[in-house]
């Protein structure tokens, strides 16, 4: 029998669209979701018209749009939430509505319409004010920011559906994603793309404090594999959350360095381009690093590309797409 579409919510969106190509390309049914509030069409359009691939534009703060998209479904990959800890300053109403009460609605939508298992993206941002090294399932600190506010509940309400009604909800807590598609742009992009981008304008990248917080750096293949491997994850799963990660960490002149290193080689100019430091900013952790072994040990997740290999991947990308 053909497999019933899964749905992804935030498909457009970075780690999304990489999600669904992977989907896709193993030949799975896929059904795509997205208000395009940072997501793009351009992610996907290679997809559109594949078999077996559908776009859905709607929201997951409303319900009819999410019963609609759930019909048929038997798992969701939910990614979608309005991304950056500084946004959630700005903004935290926003960040709120879509990222509790849309994963709220959704569960409520998934219980409904009889969803198998739910895979959703927590974040690291969950360990707040802790200070353990590695970051250890289990001993999380207290939130940051609003942001991390929305992911722990999500947490705490997605363990409550599986204690209280069964549902197989299974988060995984993703450590600075990078890789092709992140979006340069805007107030809140991600440090990467935007270092990426300004040293290929031959400008300074600009780095919040002294440059020596460190980050545990996941290309986006390894989430990808991670969500897959959630999917298929036996029963014992349901209800846990694992963190995500390389498992290993690079501060970020380092990271810099090695973006300058990359870059120079096409354009020699950029070798001579420096960094400008700007101050802390407030919600920013200090160090990062994941240990992964709860996700290896329940998941079978084992991360595939180095920070490194991500590096070799991504940077080619945005040299040809932001030139
Ligand atoms: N990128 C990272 O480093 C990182 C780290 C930790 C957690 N996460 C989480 O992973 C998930 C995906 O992040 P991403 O980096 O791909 O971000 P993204 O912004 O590229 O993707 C999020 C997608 O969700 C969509 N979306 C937002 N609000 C929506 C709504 N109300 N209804 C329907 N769609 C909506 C956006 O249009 C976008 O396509 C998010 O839940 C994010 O919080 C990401």
């Not at 309005?82 to 959704?106: D, H, K, M, Q, W």
Request: glycine letters at 10%.
């Amino acid at each position: 029998m053909a497999h019933p579409p899964i749905l992804v919510t935030g498909g457009a969106g970075f780690i999304g669209s990489h999600l669904c190509d992977a989907l896709v390309a193993a030949g799975r049914p896929v059904r795509c979701f997205d208000n395009l509030v940072t997501g793009k069409r351009a992610n996907i359009a290679h997809l559109e018209g594949r078999p077996g691939f559908t776009f859905i534009q709607g929201d997951i703060r409303a319900m009819a749009d999410l019963r609609a998209a759930l019909d048929g479904v038997r798992d969701v990959a939910h990614l979608a939430a309005l991304g950056s800890v500084p946004r959630s300053i700005a903004t935290p109403l926003e960040s709120e509505a879509t990222n509790l009460a849309g994963f709220l609605g959704l569960l409520e939508a998934a219980r409904a319409a009889g969803v198998r298992r739910i895979v959703y993206a927590s974040s690291s941002s969950v360990y707040g004010d802790s200070p353990v090294l590695p970051k250890k399932e289990g001993t999380e600190g207290r939130p940051l920011s609003p942001y991390a506010v929305t992911k722990s509940m999500d947490e705490a309400y997605a363990n409550l559906y599986h204690r209280m009604h069964g549902t197989e909800v299974v988060g995984l807590r993703f450590f600075n994603v990078f890789g092709e598609r992140q979006d340069p742009e805007g107030p809140y992009a991600a440090a990467i793309p935007k270092f990426i981008r300004a040293f290929l304008r031959h400008e300074p990248p600009r780095i919040h404090g002294d440059g020596r917080q460190t980050r545990d750096f996941t290309y986006v293949g390894n989430a990808v594999d991670a969500v897959r491997c959630a999917l298929d994850a036996p029963l014992a799963a349901a209800g846990e959350v694992f963190n995500i990660a390389c498992g290993t960490s690079c501060d970020l002149l380092t990271l810099v360095d090695r973006l300058r290193e990359r870059l120079a080689v096409g354009d020699p100019a950029v070798a001579a381009v420096g960094v400008e430091h700007a101050p802390e900013r407030p919600g920013d952790v200090r160090a990062s690093l994941a240990d992964i072994t709860k996700a290896r040990d329940l998941l079978g997740y084992v991360p595939r590309y180095s920070l490194a290999d991500g590096l070799d991947r991504a940077v080619p990308w945005y040299v040809e797409h932001l030139r």
